[in-house]
């Protein structure tokens, strides 16, 4: 793979610096709005992401996070690796679009495969738009499965009542948000073991790009939800609270999770949250449409053969967002 790159003139990959975040933005946004285009939306203009998104990408991915260049050292490539303990997935990912069909792309996705089979990683997976009939067929020659769709769906924070005890990990001291994370992270791994969502918590607050609710307590956590609350899009108010990690252990903990979730949004003063909800959830789907969620996007989730999500064995609820 590395001798075909070297024969188009490319070098890499390189682990992103601050400074690359601005070329990595213009190639994320060039190369989606392309995309849109060659599927018949041609006004769509996708905008650039806020920095802080991409500074929490490049530190959750770590030696994942990837870049590939052109004789001149400007950016040709960069896939964003991922794994949260055996649980790895890759987005995004982009090609600039004077290098597209040359098979950097496949040469990109499939370093990442090795680097995360190398970590470990169980389950292996990504996300793309289904309509995008081109982008599941590449990804199914390099051995992704089609599985359920992850819906986006939102809903207008209004006065619904029912106060919920919760904590939030940017309220407590350092010791006590330790141990409370400790708890989030033994009652998931009940169900999916060796999932770990620990250093997603830690960037999230660290950055200051979000937070998590959790209801329970360090010795019994119930459910919990890791969320972003900073604007998505570069120059633009954040306007929503979006949900990245969600488990809980019964339907009734989803509910009452999303309740405090929604507790947030209104002390954060955020018109709107937004759940990444995945159709293999039924009931979840059922209740986020009760509730007044709607649907306001839809991505394909895949995962490589052999790679699969762990099967939830009784009524547990775990939603891991494979975007940023």
């Known amino acids: 793979m590395t001798q075909q790159l070297q024969e188009q003139g490319l070098a890499g990959p390189r682990r992103p610096t601050q400074a690359d975040i601005a070329a990595m933005n213009r190639l994320f946004s060039d190369s989606f709005t392309e995309r849109y285009r060659r599927d018949g939306l041609i006004g769509v203009r996708v905008p650039q992401l806020n920095p802080a ?17 052109d004789e001149k050292g400007e950016l040709v490539a960069f896939n964003m690796a991922h794994h949260s303990g055996v649980e790895g997935w890759m987005g995004p990912l982009a090609v600039r679009t004077d290098r597209q069909g040359l098979g950097i792309g496949k040469v990109i996705v499939a370093t990442a495969i090795d680097w995360l089979r190398e970590e470990g990683v169980t389950t292996l997976g990504l996300e793309t738009m289904p309509r995008t009939v081109e982008n599941i067929g590449f990804y199914g020659q390099l051995g992704f499965l089609p599985q359920h769709l992850t819906m986006t769906m939102t809903c207008e924070v209004g006065s619904r009542g029912g106060a919920v005890h919760f904590e939030r990990l940017s309220n407590l001291e350092p010791t006590r948000r330790s141990l409370l994370v400790r708890g989030c992270r033994s009652c998931l791994a009940g ?20 937070d998590a609710a959790v209801i329970g307590t360090d010795g019994e ?6 969320w972003h609350s900073a604007a998505l899009t570069r120059n633009r108010p954040s306007d929503e609270l979006r949900i990245l990690k969600l488990f809980a252990k019964s339907v009734d903990a989803f509910e009452a999770l999303i309740a405090a979730v929604e507790q947030c949004a209104k ?13 293999a959830y039924e009931e979840c789907y059922r209740m986020l449409t009760t509730l007044g969620y709607r649907v306001r996007w839809t991505d394909l989730r895949m995962t490589l053969t052999g790679f699969p999500e762990p099967a939830m064995s009784g009524t547990e609820v775990l939603f891991s967002n494979w975007e940023i």
């Open 221 to 226: 956590v119930t459910a919990f939800a890791l």
């Open 53 to 69: 998104i991409w500074q929490y990408a490049i530190r959750d991915a770590g030696d994942g996070a990837m870049l590939w260049f």
């Open 191 to 210: 169900v999916a073991a060796g999932y770990d969502f620990t250093r997603e918590f830690e960037i999230s607050v660290d950055l200051g790009v979000g």
């Open 267 to 279: 002390e954060l003063r955020l018109p709107r949250v937004a759940v990444r909800c995945q159709t």
